[in-house]
């Protein structure tokens, strides 16, 4: 059965709240009714009618023709079993506090992807912004479970405060990656910038592909070939062979951040 | 009495009396097959009986580096105990004194269950502190760090409360030489039997046991009617040319397995023939009041 569809008609001329239309919020509804769902943030209403034509299918997978950057929290609060699938862009907090499911994007996406999404897997053709997997302001954990995979390149602190799941950049991450990370695995395949890595990191695994030098709080621990690390490999093999290739391999584990626990750790190719 | 004849060898109209137990499984992996086996040998010693050890145990069998989940050798041991207390007690020492302390070792869980026993759970805390958890694709392993690396095994196992345990065929022969052939080539069919294990040494058992003895406080003493040496002397179940008689005890993680294990011996010892190995076949059990099991072999040949 073919799946729920969003076709955009022009691009919208404000931000729009997409988070009523996970298919799960969906199911039972006519087509009527969705196109008459609120989607608007400013005082100007904005229905859904307004700004896509929809076409009935099946409302366990829903998908958007066309996309934009101004599609903000889309999958918000998806629960396990839906699917998302966007051919274009999208805004902010894409699945921002997902419990399940699955949502793939051909294009970019915005800042705060998968805030404190619990069990996601998250798959970004394009590029990621900033605060990738974090918390929003106030907030203490960040992404606490799933997997997101950016074949593209993400903005800074990617990975702040994740409390448990995957993080994998395919391209290069901004400044700050994992800064302030609880828990949880950053791999990138890329460069990372800046001198910031694993800021404050308490107990994350930040896997990164090439040598490099990292701050004075991480301590050198050796090469070793770990268990865990096969595991994953063998876990991400048919989504990013990249990852996959990297994790195989004999590790270089700098322990960090030992301003903090030190009970993280940074893990670069021997 | 009553008996079938299968190329030779006398079957008896008799079935096995087998009861519910507690299963659980890991897998345990190892850089190489000698030390996954090692790790795995050990850790299943003194564990042929619920009677005086803390659980019956067994390699189920070889697995190859594709069928590992960190892909390395592993060899798949299954346990059983007659409570989920005393097989997560068991299985925790067991790795705690045995595989954890085995270089290169790592452990997983072997099936889902119906119920999970804290195994990475209650030992990673010998890590003293330095342990780190891991989940991936839903499961949550601890690395604890240990001198040759790092310790991975998973924080739980799955437990079955469907297990059957005490699955068995008495094989009787002429000579202890031909009756231990009939005996290892069944032992080998039932090693081939998935998610079944032959828990004593070497998987025979030449001890068969009845219940209750001439000595207050025993529970049980030797099977006189099967002892050889007593033909003549006692209640004997033996015929004439019957000059020694070992046995297998199965247990499995389902009945259809312990089934299957029978079945697959019966049809190795049958194959063999009566020259080269046994003569007869029957099967112990305490006349069907006390084991819900009952594997009565006419059935399964």
Same mark, same amino acid.
């Given at each position: 059965?073919?799946?729920?569809?969003?076709?955009?008609?022009?691009?919208? +001329?404000?931000?729009?709240?997409?988070?009523?239309?996970?298919?799960?919020?969906?199911?039972?509804?006519?087509?009527?009714?969705?196109e008459?769902?609120?989607?608007?943030?400013?005082?100007? @209403?904005?229905?859904v009618?307004?700004?896509?034509?929809?076409?009935?299918?099946?409302?366990?997978?829903?998908?958007?023709? =066309?996309? @934009?950057?101004?599609?903000?929290?889309?999958?918000?609060?998806?629960?396990?079993?839906?699917?998302?699938?966007?051919?274009?862009?999208?805004?902010?907090?894409?699945?921002?506090?997902?419990?399940?499911?699955?949502?793939?994007?051909?294009g970019?996406?915005?800042?705060?992807?998968?805030?404190?999404?619990?069990? &996601?897997?998250?798959?970004?053709?394009?590029?990621?912004?900033?605060?990738? $997997?974090?918390?929003?302001?106030?907030?203490?954990?960040?992404?606490?479970?799933?997997?997101?995979?950016?074949?593209?390149?993400?903005?800074?602190?990617?990975?702040?405060?994740?409390?448990?799941g995957?993080?994998?950049?395919? =391209?290069?991450?901004?400044?700050?990656? *994992?800064?302030?990370?609880?828990?949880?695995?950053?791999?990138?395949?890329?460069?990372?910038?800046?001198?910031?890595?694993?800021?404050?990191?308490?107990?994350?695994?930040?896997?990164?592909?090439? #040598?490099?030098?990292?701050?004075?709080?991480?301590?050198?621990?050796?090469?070793?070939?770990?268990?865990? &690390?096969?595991?994953?490999?063998?876990?991400?093999?048919?989504e990013?062979?990249?990852?996959?290739?990297?994790?195989?391999?004999?590790?270089?584990?700098?322990?960090?951040?030992?301003?903090?626990?030190?009970?993280?750790?940074?893990?670069?190719?021997? | 009495?009553?008996?079938?004849?299968?190329?030779?060898?006398?079957?008896?109209?008799s079935? %096995?009396?087998?009861?519910?137990?507690?299963?659980?499984?890991?897998?345990?992996?190892?850089?190489?097959?000698?030390?996954?086996? #090692?790790? %795995?040998?050990?850790?299943?010693?003194?564990?042929?009986?619920?009677? $005086?050890?803390?659980?019956?145990? =067994?390699?189920?069998?070889?697995?190859?580096?594709?069928?590992?989940?960190?892909?390395?050798?592993?060899?798949?041991?299954?346990?059983?105990?007659?409570s989920p /207390?005393?097989?997560?007690?068991?299985?925790?020492?067991?790795?705690?004194?045995?595989?954890?302390?085995?270089?290169?070792?790592?452990?997983?869980?072997?099936?889902?269950?119906?119920?999970?026993?804290?195994?990475?759970?209650?030992?990673?805390?010998? *890590?003293?502190?330095?342990?780190?958890?891991?989940?991936?694709?839903?499961?949550?392993?601890?690395?604890?760090?240990?001198?040759?690396?790092?310790?991975?095994?998973?924080?739980?196992? $799955?437990?079955?409360?469907?297990?059957?345990?005490?699955?068995?065929?008495?094989i009787?022969?002429?000579?202890?030489?031909?009756?231990?052939?009939?005996?290892?080539?069944?032992?080998?069919?039932?090693?081939?039997?998935?998610? &079944?294990?032959?828990?004593?040494?070497?998987?025979?058992?030449?001890?068969?046991?009845?219940?209750?003895?001439?000595?207050?406080?025993?529970?049980?003493?030797?099977?006189?009617?099967?002892?050889?040496?007593l033909?003549? &002397?006692?209640?004997?179940?033996?015929?004439?040319?019957?000059?020694?008689?070992?046995e297998?005890?199965? +247990?499995?993680?389902?009945?259809?397995?312990?089934?299957?294990?029978?079945?697959?011996?019966?049809?190795?010892?049958?194959?063999?023939?009566?020259?080269?190995?046994?003569?007869?076949?029957?099967?112990?059990?305490?006349g069907?009041?006390? *084991?819900?099991?009952?594997y009565?072999? /006419?059935?399964?040949?």
């Amino acid at each position: 059965m073919k799946p729920l569809l969003f076709t955009l008609k022009a691009e919208p +001329d404000q931000r729009l709240d997409l988070s009523p239309l996970t298919p799960d919020r969906l199911v039972g509804r006519s087509a009527k009714e969705i196109e008459s769902l609120s989607i608007g943030t400013t005082r100007k @209403s904005v229905a859904v009618g307004d700004i896509f034509k929809v076409k009935l299918g099946d409302a366990t997978s829903v998908r958007f023709d =066309g996309g @934009s950057d101004r599609f903000d929290l889309l999958g918000a609060k998806l629960l396990p079993g839906f699917e998302i699938h966007v051919e274009g862009d999208v805004g902010a907090q894409l699945g921002r506090a997902a419990k399940g499911g699955t949502i793939t994007v051909a294009g970019d996406a915005g800042p705060y992807v998968a805030s404190q999404s619990a069990g &996601a897997n998250i798959d970004i053709y394009g590029d990621a912004g900033d605060f990738l $997997g974090a918390p929003l302001a106030g907030e203490i954990p960040g992404m606490s479970g799933g997997r997101v995979v950016v074949r593209g390149s993400v903005g800074a602190r990617c990975g702040d405060r994740l409390r448990r799941g995957i993080i994998i950049v395919e =391209g290069d991450a901004g400044e700050d990656l *994992g800064a302030r990370a609880i828990a949880g695995t950053i791999i990138v395949l890329g460069t990372a910038e800046g001198e910031r890595i694993g800021y404050l990191n308490k107990r994350a695994s930040i896997v990164l592909s090439e #040598q490099r030098e990292l701050g004075p709080t991480y301590v050198d621990c050796g090469a070793h070939n770990l268990g865990f &690390a096969k595991l994953f490999a063998k876990s991400l093999a048919a989504e990013s062979r990249g990852a996959s290739r990297l994790l195989s391999g004999r590790l270089q584990r700098f322990a960090g951040d030992t301003a903090v626990f030190g009970k993280g750790e940074v893990l670069l190719p021997a | 009495m009553p008996q079938l004849i299968r190329k030779g060898i006398r079957i008896d109209e008799s079935f %096995a009396e087998a009861f519910p137990m507690t299963g659980s499984g890991v897998v345990v992996t190892a850089p190489t097959r000698k030390w996954a086996m #090692q790790a %795995a040998t050990t850790m299943t010693g003194y564990a042929t009986s619920v009677i $005086g050890c803390d659980c019956e145990a =067994g390699i189920d069998c070889e697995l190859s580096t594709r069928e590992t989940p960190d892909g390395r050798p592993g060899v798949r041991v299954l346990l059983f105990g007659f409570s989920p /207390k005393s097989v997560e007690k068991a299985l925790v020492n067991r790795i705690g004194q045995c595989v954890l302390t085995c270089p290169g070792s790592a452990v997983f869980s072997a099936f889902d269950g119906e119920a999970k026993i804290k195994v990475g759970d209650s030992m990673r805390q010998f *890590g003293d502190k330095w342990q780190i958890s891991k989940a991936i694709d839903g499961r949550r392993y601890w690395r604890v760090p240990v001198m040759d690396g790092e310790f991975l095994v998973e924080s739980s196992v $799955g437990l079955t409360k469907k297990s059957v345990g005490g699955g068995n065929l008495l094989i009787m022969g002429e000579d202890w030489a031909k009756t231990m052939r009939a005996t290892e080539a069944a032992v080998e069919a039932v090693h081939a039997t998935p998610d &079944a294990i032959a828990p004593f040494p070497g998987g025979v058992v030449r001890s068969g046991s009845k219940v209750g003895s001439k000595y207050k406080g025993m529970g049980a003493s030797t099977n006189d009617a099967y002892c050889p040496t007593l033909r003549g &002397a006692t209640n004997s179940a033996l015929d004439a040319d019957i000059g020694c008689v070992l046995e297998i005890v199965i +247990d499995g993680l389902t009945s259809e397995a312990v089934a299957a294990g029978m079945r697959a011996g019966l049809k190795a010892i049958i194959a063999l023939g009566p020259k080269q190995g046994a003569k007869r076949v029957g099967a112990g059990n305490y006349g069907g009041k006390l *084991g819900p099991f009952h594997y009565h072999l /006419k059935d399964l040949v």
